[in-house]
């Protein structure tokens, strides 16, 4: 039976595992933190549908409980040798033999304490929407000083199509995000203003565009095409910021008590370990280049080597799903060759 | 040995007539017209990286010269009988029995000629985006009157994110041919000034916000956040736009020798058919319903009819292609059970 070694065990690497175990390999799933899931442990509800992340994550759970899998958690590739069809890994002191490798490190969230002019790290008010989804979670979402925000600001694209932050690219999931949060916003805290700033509303998914709506026209959301520049904290915690309203041509001051920060995509730190482990190239946005762009998309420019999810390139859930079952055929063929 | 009928043959039929063959399965692929490739055909170049829509069909075409591929043109179901586990079929006269049936049926261009206010079928120099796209095939540029075009007005969203067309949703690949197509004018005529006229720019995947730099910084393509309200036909046969500039707030005239419509997606005429024949749910936005927008999602609410590409959502060609070998997954998974 032919062993395919997975890193990283968050959806893409789950989903594929389970793929390829019912395809009858023998999978070992590498996950250098003490659980699976990812990032999608931290989501509480997904985009359009509002489905609880949970869900999702249950799933994934059940489909890599199969005799064909094994899980080996706080575990990391320290050494890669190149066999003549095969690979030699170690992992914690043992050494496995993998026919192939599926590399499924996922992305990091960018660093929003590089936009210094953002506060981030600095006024308490200022967070992230990861941090507010952590809220989500909680079941409460207060400023700092633990009152009911009596406005929240929505800051998008931070890290990502900024050259300044090296990052050209958009990373996808922000704007549909940001929407579902500025609902979420909405419906735990009725009275509570809630902006968001952007530059281009991309809801380009199914049912995208259904939320912008509900957003507007349900529950108010306003919408600013505009960009922040700075922002700096009042006396009493709440934050102002200063921006262009790129609509109208003009400056703009506005008061809020949270302002959230929408932090782009960025390949991960795993990738770029992985990336030296097994020579693998990567693209000029520093994700994973593929084989081909259109029909070698899971194929490294390694043979053998397969990549699949958000190491390549910024997606949802369920296209990572879809981009997992993908690599798992091409794998298989792979294999059989 | 197991038989699947996938009904479509443009890149999902053919992708995941290959997958499920290699799998070791019997395919029979139906396709209405007398060739296989469907949209792909008339595309000369895809985006972002200019590749050549031959080069993709041919490994397609390559893809499904196997022999347990049965490759039925010009044919279509006429009838379909649900039996136990399986499904009859009448295509052409004759009758087969599927084990589980894939729908890879696509989409359809949205009929211009709806919007009468934009002139299409009326004024010749109103062209739409597939139209350029046949030009490009010739090699060569030119309005109605046989003259290279001074002016070239691109206008995003035709039938698109329209309450009044009927279609909410995002097209998702409008935006990008629009950017490569405006690059691919500059290139032939680099006299010819080209504009762009959007809502929101969405530029959201690897390397599109590349190549809208490129179109802005290379090669002068001015963006207008505008809506066209009407076009009418100027004595010489060029076109004369009436639009608001949604960033101005001001209404605007322009003329332009040749106007491009990025018609939208929509879902296609053979997919009403087989959602009827099938007794399929059509989602909100008349595209296929999935059984799980998460993690079913090549999975329609038929047991053991499967769905994939553009005929669930508006997707490019790379996203096809992944979603073509995930929905092969899940079959292969399903007919083992």
Redesign the interface.
């Known amino acids: 039976m032919k062993t395919i070694a997975i890193i990283g065990a968050g959806p893409a690497g789950m989903?594929a595992s389970g793929?390829l175990a019912?395809?009858g390999y023998h999978v070992v799933l590498i996950e250098k933190e003490a659980t699976v899931g990812g990032h999608l442990k931290n989501l509480f509800q997904?985009f359009p549908?509002r489905?609880p992340g949970k869900e999702?994550l249950t799933?994934?759970v059940q489909t890599i409980k199969h005799p064909g899998i094994q899980i080996k958690v706080n575990s990391e590739v320290s050494e890669v040798q190149k066999l003549d069809n095969s690979f030699a890994l170690k992992i914690n002191e043992e050494t496995m033999n993998a026919d192939a490798v599926l590399v499924t490190t996922g992305f990091d969230l960018y660093d929003a304490t590089e936009k210094e002019e953002y506060g981030y790290g600095i006024y308490p008010n200022v967070i992230t929407s990861a941090d507010l989804e952590q809220m989500f979670h909680n079941g409460k979402v207060v400023t700092e000083e633990g009152k009911t925000p009596k406005r929240v600001a929505f800051i998008h694209c931070v890290g990502s199509?900024d050259e300044k932050a090296g990052n050209?690219?958009?990373s996808?999931v922000c704007c549909v995000t940001a929407v579902k949060q500025a609902i979420e916003i909405k419906e735990l805290l009725p009275e509570t203003e809630v902006f968001c700033y952007y530059m281009?509303?991309?809801?380009?998914?199914?049912?995208?565009?259904?939320l912008y709506?509900e957003a507007q026209e349900k529950w108010g959301v306003m919408f600013i095409r505009g960009k922040l520049s700075e922002a700096s904290q009042n006396m009493d915690g709440s934050i102002l910021m200063k921006a262009e309203d790129?609509?109208?041509?003009k400056p703009l001051r506005m008061n809020t008590d949270l302002m959230v920060l929408m932090a782009g995509m960025v390949p991960s730190a795993s990738s770029k370990k992985v990336a030296q482990q097994f020579k693998m190239e990567e693209?000029?946005?520093r994700?994973f280049k593929s084989a081909d762009?259109?029909?070698r998309?899971?194929e490294s420019q390694q043979m053998g080597v397969f990549i699949a999810g958000a190491c390549v390139?910024p997606m949802n859930?369920?296209?990572t799903?879809?981009?997992a079952?993908?690599a798992?055929?091409?794998i298989?063929?792979y294999l059989?060759n």
């Not at 281009?200 to 259904?210: L, S, V």
């Open positions: 989903e793929s019912r395809l997904l549908d489905r999702i799933h994934l199509r050209n690219y958009c996808k281009d509303i991309r809801m380009f998914g199914p049912y995208y565009e259904e709506r790129t609509l109208a041509g693209g000029q946005n994700f762009n259109h029909y998309y899971n390139a859930i369920t296209d799903i879809a981009n079952r993908a798992a055929v091409k298989d063929e059989k």
